[in-house]
């Protein structure tokens, strides 16, 4: 996978890893770490303001020389701003979710900017082919955070079917045979979030780490499929609680997402494990042990190269 990688010669990365973008979590540091071990780090802009962003990435320019990325978040109201500093700060590469980035894709491709949009179907990879996109991210609804209705093994053959460019996976990879599955299934690369949460560098709260350490296969609950975006996160307190209000009708959408509001930040700043909403994929109940990104990365291609799945 490693010798005939696109992303790879795409990108200018030594192994096809992609380290998910998890708001909050992915920062300057982590994204660094991920890069200057070979792989491509992402930092997450999320529904931060434009001053964090532009913050993050001149801090990365500092800790690495490797390519790194700055995934966009559409939703968020300053979405306009944080596209204009992608150009301004010289960003090579961008992956983008929550929506279609169309509206930004010719000043970005103006600029040089490689573009990879995260999608959940086979529409919407095709209408990013039609756009402009280098690649996409294809995620399975095993990933962590917000989630679509399909699952890795259905998902990446369809895209990659319906595609010329390359097809990077998410969703439901922990190890080298996740890769060897995907790769299978003609992906050229993998993207994993739920493993580099446990990363050492990666600065989200310890109460958060333990509890993806301690996770088993059915530790993952989804809630706010009745809001129109559902999100996979770890079974606790807060998303049980949620996850019932959903299904009584006396209780307004409104109400619903007010519940939601903050959750995820006292997860991953404060560690509340009663009222915080932990983002995480099925994959945890595989997570066992805190690595640093060049131990994790190597980990897995190193038995990737000695099975010869090329």
Not at 50 to 67: F, G, H, I, N, S
Not at 108 to 137: C, F, H, N, T, Y
Not at 150 to 168: E, K, N, R, S, Y
Not at 255 to 263: F, R, S
Request: proline share 4%; hydrophobic share 45%.
């Amino acid at each position: 996978m490693i010798k005939d990688s696109k992303i790879c010669k795409m990108l200018g990365i030594k192994y096809p890893i992609f380290q998910g973008p998890m708001a909050w979590i992915s920062d300057a540091p982590l994204a660094a770490a991920v890069s200057n071990a070979g792989g491509l780090g992402i930092i997450s802009a999320g529904m931060a303001p434009p001053e964090w962003v532009r913050d993050q990435v001149k801090q990365a320019k500092k800790l690495t020389k490797k390519p790194f990325a700055l995934n966009v978040l559409l939703v968020n109201p300053d979405a306009d701003k944080i596209a204009d500093i992608v150009i301004e700060e010289g960003v090579r590469v961008v992956t983008t979710g929550a929506g279609s980035p169309a509206k930004y894709m010719k000043k970005w491709k103006e600029a040089g900017v490689i573009v990879i949009p995260v999608i959940a179907s086979v529409a919407l990879a095709r209408m990013m082919q039609r756009s402009g996109a280098d690649a996409v991210v294809a995620e399975g609804m095993e990933a962590g955070g917000h989630v679509g209705e399909t699952t890795t093994m259905c998902l990446i053959p369809q895209v990659v079917d319906a595609l010329d460019i390359p097809v990077i996976a998410a969703g439901g990879i922990a190890d080298w045979r996740g890769v060897a599955a995907v790769r299978m299934l003609g992906a050229d690369a993998v993207q994993l979030g739920t493993r580099f949460l446990v990363a050492a560098e990666c600065r989200v709260h310890p109460n958060f780490k333990q509890m993806v350490l301690n996770a088993k296969d059915i530790s993952t609950i989804v809630t706010g499929k009745r809001l129109g975006h559902p999100v996979r996160s770890l079974k606790t307190t807060m998303s049980r609680d949620f996850f019932q209000k959903e299904y009584d009708t006396t209780i307004s959408n409104e109400e619903l997402e007010d519940m939601a509001k903050g959750t995820f930040r006292k997860a991953v700043e404060d560690g509340d494990e009663e009222g915080g909403c932990f983002l995480c994929g099925q994959i945890a109940g595989m997570v066992k042990r805190e690595q640093t990104c060049k131990e994790i990365i190597e980990e897995i291609f190193d038995e990737v190269q000695k099975r010869g799945i090329a």
